[in-house]
């Protein structure tokens, strides 16, 4: 969350709840006649492409693109936390460390708890419960069905579709929900400019002619009051400095989303590198090949199925 240990760490106190116990408290929550005036709150922490396709039935999911957004979202809307006994989780449990760890440390909160495990573990006890939709996870299928319900629609269309793909725009890589139809109309990018440089390229210039601009997102509210808001918008640009900040920590953080194995998603970083310092660093390459093989600081769906767990 670029916030120092020093003054937030995962290992500061937090209350663990069991997938059992969550699922009493869940329900317990649900059987109120009036949830907004309840003193519990669901909190989905988790970024807002996940939330998207699935999540728990009157939970808060914040309209937040990636992790390093949550504290300035606490910090904006901390009314909505008041005297509230927080019941937050996230997908394996490893963001939620820290996470209810900086909004214990408001003083806003009457209780923070989180399910032990993740919202996945809780799906294998509790497939058919209280989650609604699909769950996201980190591989080329992006998504675990556990139900019927289908929460996601189409982008473009409107019609419900859960089955995300990489924008078709080069250089950039993120998720689109875009349904058959829609893709045979050839509306396969994440948003209008991603769109409109596609198409421009199509009709002549060379893809290294086209940069990473995120026009939509400067104009998405970062940090919206309430629940999640859809919206299509993926990414914005990024300084270099930022580019570094994030390889520092991508074993830890299970940013490879890209539907790759491990060592080819470290490949891609490598050439990344070079484009950006003259001289290639072994030592980054180095600190990511040991954060990678300590098994603990990497989230259970990474590497599912792909049997290429630490190796560099």
Same mark, same amino acid.
């Given at each position: 969350?670029?916030?120092?240990?020093?003054?937030?760490?995962?290992?500061?106190?937090?209350?663990?709840?069991?997938?059992?116990?969550?699922?009493?408290?869940? #329900?317990?929550?649900?059987?109120?006649?009036?949830?907004?005036?309840?003193? !519990?709150?669901?909190?989905?922490?988790?970024?807002?492409?996940?939330?998207?396709?699935?999540?728990?039935?009157?939970?808060? *999911? $914040?309209?937040?693109?990636?992790?390093?957004?949550?504290?300035?979202?606490?910090?904006?809307?901390?009314?909505?936390?008041?005297?509230? %006994?927080?019941?937050?989780?996230?997908?394996?449990?490893?963001?939620?460390?820290?996470?209810?760890?900086?909004?214990?440390?408001?003083?806003?909160?009457? /209780?923070?708890?989180?399910?032990?495990?993740?919202?996945?573990?809780?799906? #294998?006890?509790?497939?058919?419960?209280?989650?609604?939709?699909?769950?996201?996870?980190? /591989?080329?299928?992006?998504?675990?069905?556990?139900?019927? /319900?289908?929460?996601?629609?189409?982008?473009?269309?409107?019609?419900?579709?859960?089955?995300?793909?990489?924008?078709?725009?080069?250089?950039?890589?993120?998720?689109?929900?875009?349904? $058959?139809?829609?893709?045979?109309?050839?509306? !396969? *990018?994440?948003?209008? +400019?991603?769109? /409109?440089?596609?198409?421009?390229?199509?009709?002549?210039?060379?893809?290294?002619?086209?940069?990473?601009?995120?026009?939509?997102?400067?104009?998405?509210?970062?940090?919206?009051?309430?629940?999640?808001? *859809?919206? +299509?918008?993926?990414?914005?640009?990024? +300084?270099?400095?930022?580019?570094?900040?994030?390889?520092?920590?991508?074993?830890?953080?299970? *940013?490879?989303?890209?539907?790759?194995?491990?060592?080819?998603?470290?490949?891609?970083?490598?050439?990344?590198?070079? %484009?950006?310092?003259?001289?290639?660093?072994? !030592?980054?390459?180095?600190?990511?090949?040991?954060?990678?093989?300590?098994?603990?600081?990497?989230? $259970? !769906?990474?590497?599912?199925?792909?049997? #290429?767990?630490?190796?560099?």
């Amino acid at each position: 969350m670029w916030i120092s240990p020093n003054k937030i760490s995962y290992k500061d106190p937090v209350n663990y709840s069991s997938p059992g116990e969550f699922h009493k408290e869940v #329900e317990k929550f649900l059987t109120q006649p009036d949830q907004k005036q309840s003193n !519990t709150m669901l909190l989905d922490y988790r970024n807002f492409y996940e939330s998207k396709i699935g999540q728990l039935q009157g939970c808060l *999911a $914040p309209n937040i693109r990636k992790f390093s957004y949550f504290p300035s979202y606490v910090d904006k809307n901390l009314e909505l936390f008041r005297e509230k %006994r927080v019941l937050m989780y996230c997908t394996g449990g490893i963001h939620c460390e820290r996470g209810s760890a900086y909004l214990k440390a408001k003083g806003v909160c009457k /209780d923070v708890f989180q399910v032990k495990g993740g919202i996945h573990k809780y799906l #294998e006890e509790f497939p058919n419960a209280f989650y609604k939709g699909d769950l996201f996870v980190f /591989d080329k299928g992006y998504a675990l069905c556990y139900n019927s /319900d289908m929460l996601s629609q189409c982008s473009y269309g409107g019609a419900q579709w859960d089955q995300y793909k990489l924008c078709s725009t080069p250089k950039c890589h993120h998720l689109v929900l875009t349904c $058959p139809s829609c893709q045979g109309q050839g509306f !396969t *990018a994440c948003c209008v +400019t991603c769109q /409109d440089k596609g198409d421009r390229q199509a009709s002549g210039p060379t893809q290294d002619s086209f940069k990473e601009e995120r026009e939509c997102i400067a104009q998405m509210a970062m940090h919206p009051k309430g629940n999640f808001t *859809a919206c +299509t918008a993926l990414c914005e640009p990024r +300084t270099k400095a930022q580019c570094w900040r994030g390889w520092a920590i991508a074993c830890v953080s299970g *940013a490879f989303s890209i539907p790759q194995t491990f060592s080819e998603s470290v490949g891609a970083m490598y050439k990344r590198m070079s %484009r950006l310092q003259k001289r290639k660093s072994e !030592t980054l390459l180095s600190v990511i090949a040991i954060v990678a093989n300590w098994s603990p600081c990497l989230p $259970p !769906t990474l590497h599912r199925g792909r049997g #290429e767990r630490g190796k560099f």
